[in-house]
């Protein structure tokens, strides 16, 4: 059976995790095993592909003041934000390995994280119309990959003690009449970031009928400078 290998990287810059998941996504196109790269992130705002600038709540240098970092990049969906008590998730893989479609490949990964809450006591669903993971009206967790050459990069994220007033700076998702919420608003024992890496950590892997791997040394992914795709990289400051 094959195995999903996964590290956790603690709280980890948005550029150096663009960094880390494009350099492994050249060793997968060169025939290495996948890795769930799972971390934290500093208050960061990115914006997808479908991304409306009239999403941003702030203008870039007020983004700025308050310590917020505003990036494109090249995942499918509109304008979301990551920072601490989130856990975000990059799968870096061959689909083809996973013998799976792009739909599959993302409603696998809902599906972990549905099992994932339901075990934590919280009932949650995928919509189609609003593509996430919902609790009622409110979205938990965010999904957005970049698929090239049937290699992903990109993943989700996963709401467990997040500061949800960050996203009053933002329309989240485009979606001005519906909520965000987190682990820690529906439960009262929310388990840590890392506690919630281990576990979703097996669930995607079973989820495509992987087993589990090991967890990996974080220092086998140090993060160095790589030239990032253009649309990968700080918003100009000409912009919104």
Not at 34 to 44: A, I, K, R, S, Y
Not at 82 to 108: E, I, M, N, T
Request: aromatic residues 10%; hydrophobic residues 40%; positive net charge.
């Amino acid at each position: 059976m094959n195995r999903l290998d996964w590290v956790f990287l603690g709280k980890q810059p948005y550029r150096q995790a663009l960094e880390i998941q494009y350099r492994h996504a050249r060793r997968v196109a060169a025939g290495a095993a996948p890795v769930l790269f799972l971390m934290e992130h500093p208050p960061t705002v990115t914006l997808g592909r479908q991304a409306e600038l009239s999403n941003l709540g702030l203008p870039r240098s007020e983004y700025g003041r308050r310590g917020i970092g505003v990036f494109d990049t090249l995942r499918g969906g509109d304008v979301t934000f990551h920072g601490p008590g989130q856990l975000v998730g990059y799968p870096v893989g061959s689909l083809d390995a996973f013998g799976c479609s792009v739909p599959a490949w993302v409603r696998g990964h809902a599906a972990a994280i549905i099992e994932f809450l339901s075990r934590w006591g919280i009932g949650a669903e995928w919509s189609d119309t609003h593509p996430g993971v919902w609790v009622g009206r409110e979205k938990i967790a965010a999904f957005g990959f970049h698929i090239s050459r049937r290699i992903s990069t990109h993943g989700f994220a996963l709401n467990i003690d997040t500061d949800l007033s960050f996203y009053r700076t933002i329309i989240s998702c485009g979606l001005r009449h519906l909520g965000v919420t987190s682990m820690a608003r529906r439960i009262s024992n929310a388990p840590t970031v890392e506690e919630a890496a281990r576990e979703i950590a097996g669930l995607v892997a079973e989820s495509f009928g992987w087993q589990p791997g090991r967890r990996l040394a974080v220092g086998r992914f140090p993060a160095r400078p790589l030239m990032l795709p253009q649309a990968a990289c700080n918003r100009p400051a000409g912009g919104a």
